[in-house]
């Protein structure tokens, strides 16, 4: 008697859990057909950072508490670099292409406060000009000029070179103000020589008083 009833209950326990085995299965079956795809992580965009400007170099248009001199043009040529943004870094100056040995001239008549040598620059001149105006001219052939001489506009002061890391023969010229930099196209007469061929300098200029 006891045989039977634990024969009847066995075979009860065994039809309950396979009529739940089916639908366990069922809800797993479509839990794993409806369950989301492992999404792969967003791709890091990478910002491109471009650099600010030096402090030393500004970009806007100059606004002086002091008149600045009648500026010349130091050489007669095409502009191969202009001011400002370029692709490895900055430029505080333009590049005017010229034949080797062409005469440079005095932009505005000042002192002469600087010829010698730089690595970058190559030989070059610095000259003080009123009201607290500085030009540079780099990269020369040759300087004609020495300390302390006293120059007036339009007077040869150097030769066109390609000393100092640059890579074809041209004027670096630079004008600045209680030592910062500014575009020298804002400031010199027209007709601007507007044509960019490529830039001739190998690296970017960085201050002369270091």
Same mark, same amino acid.
């Given at each position: 008697? $006891? ?7 066995l075979?009860?326990?065994? @039809?309950? +859990?396979a009529?739940?085995?089916? !639908? ?10 409806g369950a ?8 890091? $965009? ?6 600010? !400007?030096?402090? #030393?170099? @500004? ?12 500026? *010349? ?12 943004? $370029? ?10 292409? *010229? ?7 005095? *932009? ?9 040598y730089?690595?970058? %620059?190559?030989? +070059? ?11 540079? %001219?780099?990269?020369? =052939? ?7 001489? $006293? @120059? ?14 640059a #890579?074809?023969?041209?004027?670096h ?7 910062l *930099? %500014?575009? /020298? +196209? %804002?400031?010199? /007469?027209l /007709? /601007?020589?507007?044509? +960019? ?11 002369? =008083?270091?």
């Open positions: 008697m $006891r045989g039977r009833r634990l024969a009847a209950l075979f009860t326990l065994i @039809v309950f +859990l009529s739940m085995a089916a !639908p366990l299965a069922e809800a797993h079956r479509r839990g794993a057909k989301p795809r492992s999404k792969k992580p967003p791709a890091v $965009r990478r910002v491109m950072r471009v650099s600010s !400007p030096p402090r #030393t170099l @500004v970009m806007a248009v100059p606004d002086f508490s002091e008149l600045p001199p009648m500026f *010349a043009w130091p050489v007669d040529g095409q502009l191969s670099s202009k001011f400002g943004r $370029r692709r490895m870094g900055w430029h505080q100056g333009i590049d005017i292409m *010229a034949d080797l040995g062409t005469p440079v001239w005095a *932009a505005a008549s000042g002192t002469v406060v600087l010829s010698g730089e690595t970058r %620059y190559g030989r +070059l001149l610095k000259i003080e000009h009123a009201n607290g105006f500085t030009t540079i %001219y780099a990269h020369n =052939d040759e300087n004609l000029v020495e300390v302390g001489d $006293r @120059v007036v506009i339009g007077q040869p002061i150097a030769s066109v070179g390609r000393t100092g890391r #890579t074809a023969h041209h004027v010229f630079e004008i600045r103000q209680a030592g *930099a %500014y575009n /020298p +196209l %804002y400031m010199l /007469p /007709p /601007p020589r507007a044509t +960019l061929i490529e830039e001739t300098e190998e690296e970017d200029h960085e201050d002369t =008083d270091d």
